[in-house]
């Protein structure tokens, strides 16, 4: 009897780990194929669009010095580079948009013929970038810099600072774009939308800096009388999508 008792100890031992395995194992799921078993399958390419006016502008205004030795070169492009250093501050551009962005010192040579070039000199190049939040006044700021000693401006670049409400309503232009030609399929070929299947972004544009104006050759004109102006127009923000559709 006690050997009965023993055997059914040990079973019972046996079997309550696995017990405790069982509960502790995740339900399986289901995944649903990207391709139907019943139905039509339409995949549908889609671009959303929506425009902003640039609210951001990014310049690069620098200085280009010419001097004897290096040391000359350096020191006057030191001196006139803090000149415009602080047009840009009181013009109340925060420390944060203000990055330097190329420190240069080159020799100059003198080429003859059959002989070695002979340096002349050297010419020292510092520049910043900035960017101005004030589309608007950035015009006037640049006419600052170039009678502060500011003689290389390009740019500027526009841009849209905050496009994440932009892009939203261009993915919902997209997918509506989508559903309209799928409607219009889906009709031609005696069909209806059923539902969608699956919806891929395959790239978007925030509206970000396009090819620069221009503004090197007016910007150097310190005597000029009219004021620069810059106008920002506006930028297209765009999400490409492709949609996948069930038709019955």
Known sequence: MKKYLLLAAMASAALTPLTAVAQTQPAPTTVEPLVPAAGTVLDVSAEGRTTRVPDLATIRAGVVSQGATAAAALSDNAQRM?????????AGVADRDIQTATVQLQPQYR??????????????????????????????????????????????NLSIDKPDAALDEARADAIQRARARAELYAKAAGLRVARIVSITENGADAGGPQPPVMLRASAMRSDAMEKTSIAPGERDVTVNVSVRFLLN
């Open 111 to 156: 080429y003859g013929d059959n002989v070695p070039p002979v340096i002349t000199g050297y010419q020292a190049t510092n520049t910043l970038s900035v960017r101005f939040r004030d589309v608007a006044k950035s015009g006037s700021v640049l006419d600052a810099l170039v009678a502060q000693g500011a003689n290389q401006i390009d740019g500027p």
């Open 82 to 90: 803090a000149r415009v250093l602080a047009a840009v501050k009181r």
